[in-house]
């Protein structure tokens, strides 16, 4: 008999069943869409943006809209964007004669072909004239909105890591982009990205092209009772069973954030000695994680300053949503003012290793949390 695959998957986007439901934000994402409302979501990284979208595309594209995913975080140039994009397009229109012959309706600067990559799948290559880059680009964005108006079809298109958008042109693609969106009636779009405080500027700041061009959709992290009732479905799959106790300890050691979930349930799968697994188990798999990821979190440490880490180690050492700003906790490290914390806080914001929601401040990472507090905070690391 073969052996039972560990149920828990973690590292890149999921999909099928491995995609945890999600169903209430699928729902309203789709009825936005089917209203041709724009959206914008966000959250901190790893919280399943990018499968969430995807799924939400898959469903979209079941009820027949054409659905484009344009991903960005590779891009960082005018042209590498007109060639994401346009790979993107030729990917939603179907198989490659049906795409090629469509991209020469479409498109008269570009130009599709196909090759393979290194493990043989295929892969559409864009070119276009680098001295006409602006026209190409005009025609691009464009395309997809005529083909549909001609079809008399509807469509979506998610631009993932949308804060890349920064890098390509500045301001001067940020406005031509807004201006073609907003002239097109057949197509949704949805602007995905994790760097709250990059979008935040791009969405909410009236001097911006993009200052609300759609509906702020934050995702959040997921409800206790849903992440209790989907841990125990998914070790019941492989046919183990787990303490009430035990559940709860992974609960809170991974604070309802779904990435972490998969990565602890995945270790005490693969360490699993015995069953029912109980609470004093988790314990032992979380060590055997941060054993793991303790060369690249000391990479990480190595890199601060020292207010950058004497920050992290305020947050590691207080309760959740407890004030980093109190007066012991700058006596410590010697803060004289508020203000110098804030500068370290903001700094650590822009790394991604610390969110800030409702004026509270958080490490994103639960176990770099824990290995601060287990082998750094009483270290002279400092």
Not at 257 to 266: A, E, K, T, V, W
Request: hydrophobic share 40%; charged share 30%; proline share 4%.
């Amino acid at each position: 008999m073969e052996p039972l695959k560990n149920p828990f998957h973690y590292g890149g986007k999921v999909s099928g069943e491995n995609f945890w439901d999600r169903e209430g934000e699928i729902r309203e994402l789709l009825g936005d869409i089917r209203s041709h409302q724009h959206v914008i979501v966000f959250s901190q990284r790893r919280l399943g943006k990018t499968s969430l979208v995807l799924k939400v595309l898959e469903e979209a594209a079941k009820e027949g809209l054409v659905s484009v995913y344009v991903d960005l975080y590779p891009v960082s140039t005018l042209g590498e964007l007109i060639e994401e994009y346009g790979r993107a397009i030729a990917r939603a229109l179907g198989p490659y004669e049906k795409a090629r012959k469509l991209m020469r309706e479409l498109f008269s600067r570009l130009h599709l072909t196909m090759g393979v990559d290194p493990a043989g799948n295929p892969q559409w290559s864009v070119g276009f004239d680098r001295s006409q880059e602006a026209e190409s680009f005009e025609e691009v964005i464009s395309a997809l909105d005529r083909y549909l108006v001609r079809k008399g079809r509807n469509g979506v298109v998610v631009f993932d890591e949308f804060q890349q958008i920064i890098e390509t042109d500045g301001d001067k693609t940020e406005k031509r982009l807004r201006s073609a969106i907003q002239m097109h009636g057949q197509v949704s779009y949805v602007f995905v990205g994790s760097k709250k405080h990059l979008l935040s500027d791009l969405f909410s700041n009236p001097n911006r092209p993009f200052y609300r061009i759609g509906k702020i959709f934050p995702l959040g992290r997921m409800p206790a009772d849903e992440v209790r009732r989907i841990i125990r479905e998914k070790f019941a799959t492989v046919k183990v069973t787990l303490e009430d106790r035990a559940v709860e300890e992974i609960v809170e050691t991974t604070e309802c954030h779904p990435y972490y979930i998969q990565y602890l349930c995945h270790v005490l799968y693969d360490t699993l000695e015995r069953q029912p697994i109980r609470p004093q188990d988790v314990p032992l798999a979380v060590e055997f994680l941060l054993q793991r990821e303790a060369t690249a979190y000391m990479n990480t440490w190595d890199l601060l300053t020292q207010r950058q880490r004497q920050a992290l180690v305020i947050l590691a050492t207080s309760a959740r949503g407890e004030n980093p700003f109190r007066a012991e906790a700058l006596r410590k490290f010697n803060i004289s003012q508020p203000s110098v914390l804030v500068r370290a806080l903001k700094s650590l914001i822009e790394k991604d290793l610390v969110d800030k929601e409702e004026g509270r401040y958080e490490i994103v990472d639960p176990f770099f949390k824990r290995w601060i507090k287990q082998y750094i905070s009483q270290s002279e690391a400092l």
